[in-house]
């Protein structure tokens, strides 16, 4: 009796996942453009706009660059601003995605408890929300940063591959995040000192080297895992192909893992928020 159930219920989990897989491309005008509305108020009133999303980007680069070029003594001075301009405008993506997951379903609560709508759609607004905000700040720094290094534009189109891993991670995993937080507001606490603690112990304002013994925990750390090939392929225009088809790997992995955990807690999610 087991034997027989078991491939039918997968082929069922299956069957569900590309279900919402279609609906969510159904949708895609909605979700994209609410998160598009979402952006433009955020700056309404404001001069320059969206801009400051990078200039805010800049300006942190610029003070900290200055502070631990002196700290870590760095000889090439150039090269340690794109290095650290890099890191740290993919790092703000990511841990601006993370920060806001555990709250996602909180914030649209009335949403979900007076509609019928799958709770995809808004995993998807908020994950386009944070797309538009990368794209927008990592495409100012980058051409800002292009004056110390000249190929980092042409070097965007080498490096396709470790950006659409960084965006496809930018969703999959907040998901995770946002659907432990609905069970577990214990997250609401612990995300951010979490994320201030992977921070400090990922090679982003210094070089992996600078840990010693330590560098072991760089190899465990999945946002400096997917942080990282972006970073080295802007800079060198060089893919390691082996390690980028790993990480679209556990992409693919993360996104039916997320779609079908979201399927399993719909019927549960008005009565956990």
């Known amino acids: ?22 609906e969510a491309w159904r949708m895609r005008r909605v979700w994209w453009f609410t998160a598009t509305a979402r952006t433009r108020a955020r700056f309404v009133r404001t001069y320059f706009g969206s801009f400051w999303l990078g200039l805010s980007n800049l300006f942190s680069v610029a003070v900290l660059s200055a502070v631990y070029g002196t700290v870590f003594k760095v000889q090439d001075f150039q ?15 990511m841990a601006a995605a993370i920060s806001s997951a555990p709250t996602l379903f909180e914030h649209n609560h009335s949403h979900v408890h007076n509609t019928n709508l799958n709770p995809v759609f808004y995993t998807l607004e908020e994950w386009s929300f944070q797309l538009q905000t990368f794209l927008m700040s ?14 980092l534009i042409p070097y965007l189109f080498v490096g396709w591959l470790p950006i659409l891993n960084l965006l496809l ?13 609905t069970r577990f507001r214990d997250l609401y606490q612990l995300v951010p000192v979490a994320l201030q603690l992977i921070f400090l112990l990922s090679p982003i304002l210094y070089e992996k080297k600078n840990l010693g013994a330590m560098q072991w925990t760089a190899n465990f750390n ?3 895992r997917v942080l990282s090939p972006v970073r080295h392929t802007l800079m060198t225009g060089e893919v390691v192909w082996s390690q980028n088809a790993l990480i679209l790997l556990a992409n693919v992995v993360g996104i039916w893992l997320a779609i079908r955990l979201i399927n399993r807690e719909r019927p549960n999610l008005p009565f956990l928020i």
């Open 138 to 151: 990592f495409l100012l720094v980058v051409g800002v940063l292009s004056f110390f290094q000249l190929s």
């Open 222 to 224: 999945p946002l400096y």
């Open 169 to 181: 991670f930018l969703y999959w995993f907040p998901v995770l995040i946002c659907l432990l937080g």
């Open 1 to 22: 009796m087991t034997s027989t159930l078991l491939p039918g219920s997968a082929k069922s989990a299956r069957r569900s996942v590309r279900s919402t897989l279609r």
């Open 79 to 93: 090269t340690y601003v794109v290095y650290l301009g890099l890191g740290l405008v993919v790092w703000n993506t």
